[in-house]
């Protein structure tokens, strides 16, 4: 653990020390420089943002976090200790789990089994044993759907248990997403764009769960948004990325006077 | 009937029968509730161990006897403990209605002085916060849920698990307390204050004594053979009095099951995964159940659609003798036989209803249709006229003697009479205590010996015993020729036609009845389509030559009807017209629950009631209405006026003299 101090946020929550830390992050499609030298770091129990417009790099941002992507210079500090490269199922290991843009759900299967497979890491009874379906194998079973049923229950999802993903509107869907990536118990929680493409009263739905996740179980989330009331209200602490360069970070009300984040968001002559 | 000052066995209040419930059927689940996906359960024996828990902890909190503790939550078996451990405490439980706004709780909270609130999640506990300022005595909250309320300031507020640890560390110094509390509780003593929901003025709150409670569950249970074995689901407003009577009064002194289903999302789950045997709702519910069904076999395959069709046909004609036990041939018992094999069974499974042995709706008149439909598959459903005044029952239908337009006769001790104007009274050990702090209002409704006012006008059919309601009292009126005029009557039987969604009768002091009517767009319009006729608009539909002949077709089918009921044969329809604009609560025709303003109509329209009656075949007529956001607007339109062929009858004056 880093021996950084934490800090109190506006509504009396008290924030610890530094779970993540990105260290001069560049990441290079072939010539194309996707993040430019990029530092920040996610504190215990906050609400981090990273937002910037269209093609900032945040998603990238966010894949370098998860693993999917090994920038070619930097360093990834995780738990006070740097990150070798990794595979992002041994990311997941670590604690860290993560919705998609683009809903990545299994669309045949219902909700309870997906939300089941975020389990898939605690569970380890061999295929035999599966097979069979006898001792372990039964036995984490139901330690895990017991987990699942909790988050299912919290994330009032309960009347479609049983309704396969494909029949689902799209704002369910995301929240079942959520509910997979809650069922891995993550320290850290990655969400890409948890509210794009809802309505209104969806996104209010979305963010009182996002609150209420990281009031209720202290997760940590990470999140990449474009509805800017949604993130102003939601996050503690905002990154604001730029052509893949870090244009501000700090408290939502730090970053929407600085005149840098303004210039990119209502544009500004080039010279 | 005897009223008995004591109850037998000494079993004269809630908190007794739980007790004899934990020894006499220690091991029989009391309450079983779906959470976490799985149905989780608690015996009578736990069940006693919970609620003397929770007892102790109000014990703890400084709750005392005579206190108020108001209860808002949905069904959970939590929420029935806290009511059973208030009354244990000598506190009367009030439910809310959980879904009442802030502003409407503040005024109950405030009338009944409520020092304790349990709230079920924090949706209810921001309601009370929101208003807690403006309530002088309020006290303590205690929540069930403890999610999103870390933050709270907990100096007024408790956990519900806290309070029955608390408690539980407590019994050694409170328990010898609560033993006398409960042992003080008698037939005399408040078992729940319940408000009545106040369709004129604030709402009144109705004191039940142990008394009412279990002497009408008491009767009731006899009436229909209730037994321990029983299991029902608990879904409907807890602060509705039917709910208080079967899933409290009747579930105590029988000892059976109470379910609370998981989220009021997954009822329908719940409920065929319960499979109650004994089943209550409002006609709503039934209806929407059978529009469902009807619109499913629409979509279903050509054999299924002509196997539906024949065995449904089948069973109109002999279903309701069969479940009657009327004689019925064996080729039609057998033919019977299959279709519940093929159609019935399977149909019943799907809706929950495989195991129901006694169904009951009441709350307004329900279709003979739907009501038929039911009772056609074989399943029980019979009709009960009640009031919170008189814990429920009032008029019940016994097995075998189930109609729909009767709802049947006075339930066990009850009395009834019908005064000079026709309003119905009755008399029973359920006749509420009094009307907290309304003196008046107490006055006005009971008299001084035991008599009730319904405010329901109505009649008892000689020859059978039935009680017919008819109409609101304050509706009913005369004809000219002082032959008896029920609007509602007649309305319903005009509303149980599809096509009509609304109906208003007008005829008091007149020599002939006429009716405005409302076609429903989602029925009519659907005919429409099908039959290719082309509309623009609602109007051009309301005033199209076919759907008019339609309606009159119906009106006329309604007369013939009107006609064989010796009472009120005069309030046959002369005349109609089908109105350009669907009757609004914007416009301040409807009330906000859908219920006819029968005299805001009648100015309103005053030009096509003077128009029916002076005999014009078309007027031209300008309507102010009221849009959504309150911008006002006007229509204009010609609409028809139709003659509509009545049943000659001779008058009944000779029977009024």
Known sequence: MSNEEGYVTADGRKIGGTLMEMKNITLRFGGVKAITDISFDIKEGEIRAIIGPNGAGKSSMLNVISGFYVPQEGEVWFKGAKRPPMKPYQVAQQGIARTFQNIALFEGMSVLDNVMTGRLNHMNAGMFQQAIWKGKAEREEVENREVVEKVIDFLEIQSIRKTPVARLPYGLKKRVELARALAAEPMLLLLDEPMAGMNVEEKEDMSRFILDVNDEFGTTIALIEHDMGVVMDLSDRVVVMDYGKKIGDGTPDEVRNNQDVIDAYLGVAHD | ?657
Request: proline content about 4%; glycine content about 8%; some cysteine.
């Open chain 2, 1 to 657: 009937m005897a009223q008995p000052s004591q109850a037998a066995g000494g079993l004269a209040s809630i908190p007794a029968l739980l007790h004899r419930n934990a020894t006499e059927y220690g091991d029989r689940p009391a309450y079983r509730e779906k959470e976490f996906g799985i149905w989780q359960s608690w015996t009578w024996k736990e069940t006693e161990t919970e609620i003397t828990n929770l007892a102790l902890g109000l014990i703890n909190l400084g709750v005392n006897e005579g206190d108020f503790i108001a209860i808002i939550g949905r069904n959970r078996p939590y929420m029935y403990w806290s009511m059973v451990a208030a009354e244990s405490v000598g506190a009367i439980p009030v439910p809310l209605y959980q879904d009442a706004a802030a502003e409407e709780m503040a005024y109950v909270l405030d009338h009944c002085g409520a020092r304790f609130v349990i709230a079920e999640d924090q949706e209810q506990v921001d309601k009370v916060i929101e208003i807690q300022d403006r309530l002088h005595q309020f006290e303590h909250m205690i929540y069930l849920d403890p999610r999103g309320m870390r933050k709270y300031d907990h100096s007024r507020l408790h956990e519900f698990a806290h309070v029955q640890e608390q408690g539980h560390a407590a019994r050694e110094e409170f328990t010898p307390e609560l033993r006398r509390r409960e042992a003080k509780l008698d037939y005399a003593s408040t078992c729940v204050m319940l408000y009545t929901s106040g369709t004129t003025g604030k709402p009144k709150g109705v004191v039940l004594s142990n008394r009412n409670v279990i002497e009408s569950a008491k009767n009731s249970a006899e009436f229909d053979h209730l037994r321990g074995n029983e299991e029902i689901l608990a879904y409907l407003p807890m602060a509705w009095v039917g709910d208080f009577i079967f899933s409290v009064g009747q579930a105590y002194w029988c000892g059976f099951c109470v379910n609370c289903p998981e989220s009021a999302e997954t009822l329908t789950v719940d409920l065929r995964e319960i499979g109650p045997t004994y089943y209550f709702a409002p006609p709503r519910v039934f209806e929407t159940q059978l529009t469902n069904v009807m619109i499913r076999m629409e979509d279903a395959g050509k054999l299924k659609k002509r196997m539906f069709d024949y065995f449904m046909a089948l069973a109109k004609k002999v279903g309701p003798s069969i479940l009657d036990g009327k004689p019925v041939g064996f080729g039609d018992r057998f033919k019977y036989w299959l279709g519940n094999l093929c159609v019935y069974g399977p149909l019943k499974n799907t809706l929950g209803f495989s195991r129901v042995r006694v169904g009951y709706t009441a709350g307004e008149a329900i279709g003979p249709e739907i009501f038929d439909f039911y009772r056609s598959l074989g399943i029980n459903l019979k009709q009960l006229y009640g009031q919170t005044e008189a814990t429920v029952f009032i008029t019940v239908q016994p097995d075998g003697e189930v109609r729909s337009d009767t709802v049947g006769v006075p339930a066990p001790g009850v009395e009834l009479k019908i005064d000079d104007s026709g309003e119905v009274f009755y008399r029973s050990p359920g006749v509420f205590e009094e009307y907290y702090k309304n003196a008046e209002s107490t006055a006005s409704t009971k008299d001084a010996e035991g008599w009730v006012a319904t405010g329901d006008a109505g009649f008892i059919e000689t020859d059978t015993g039935h009680l017919r309601i008819i109409d609101r009292a304050k509706d009913v009126g005369k004809m000219a020729d002082g032959s008896l005029f029920a609007p509602k009557y007649v309305e319903n039987k005009l509303k149980f036609y599809p096509n009509i969604l609304e109906a208003v009768v007008f005829g008091n002091g007149r020599d002939q009845c006429m009716a405005f009517i409302n076609i429903d767009l989602s029925a009519v319009g659907n005919w429409a389509e099908r039959n290719n006729i082309a509309y623009t608009s609602y109007q051009e539909l309301a005033g199209h030559p076919k759907v008019l002949e339609t309606i009159r077709d119906h009106v006329e089918e309604v007369n013939r009807s009107v006609a064989q009921d010796e009472m009120l044969s005069g309030c046959q329809i002369h005349r109609f017209l089908v109105l350009h604009k669907e009757l609004d609560a914007d416009d301040g025709e409807l009330t906000r629950t859908r219920k006819v303003r029968r005299r805001i109509i009648e100015e309103k329209y005053e030009d096509l009631i003077d128009a029916l009656y002076g005999g014009k075949d078309e007027i031209y007529t300008e309507t102010e209405v009221t849009y959504e956001d309150g911008r006002k607007g006007s229509i204009s339109a010609t609409l028809k006026l139709i003659d509509a062929a009545v049943v000659p009858v001779a008058t009944q004056k000779v029977a009024a003299e």
